[in-house]
């Protein structure tokens, strides 16, 4: 099993920066791709970014590319998500999800590890 803890979501103004992270625990070793998606009020979980840990190769959803930027710490097995000039369409409930593939998936059903959730806020 592995355990996921989100943090550092909250209140930012439009224009403003946030930055998340996800700390992995349990058994780390199995874990090969992260991936960060985001769940708005009534609608469907969607693909932010994801990263492979061995590799460091990264893939982005269309409309972050240039504001976020996914990362990772080796030695404190943790994703961040840099996210800047948020926009209020960008508030959600932020997701961290690990997999074993070595794919980096988009969707959420090829994902086997979620955290609870951060929630993330950007007021015009």
């Known amino acids: 099993q592995v355990q996921l803890v989100e943090s550092g979501g909250g209140l930012v103004q439009a224009g403003g920066s946030l930055r998340l992270s996800c700390a992995a625990s349990?058994?780390?070793?199995?874990?090969?791709?992260m991936g960060w998606f985001r769940q708005a009020p009534g609608k469907e979980r969607e693909f932010v970014a994801a990263i492979r840990w061995r590799d460091i190769g990264t893939y982005y959803a269309d409309f972050v590319k240039g504001r976020f930027i996914i990362s990772r710490d080796n030695a404190k097995n943790t994703v961040y998500l840099q996210m800047n000039a948020l926009k209020p369409e960008d508030t959600a409930v932020y997701y961290c999800?690990?997999?074993?593939?070595?794919?980096?998936?988009?969707?959420?059903?090829?994902?086997?590890?979620w955290g609870q959730g951060t929630q993330v806020t950007v007021s015009s």
């Open positions: 999800a690990a997999d074993s593939s070595l794919v980096l998936h988009t969707t959420p059903n090829e994902y086997t590890y």
């Open positions: 349990g058994r780390t070793f199995s874990m090969n791709v």
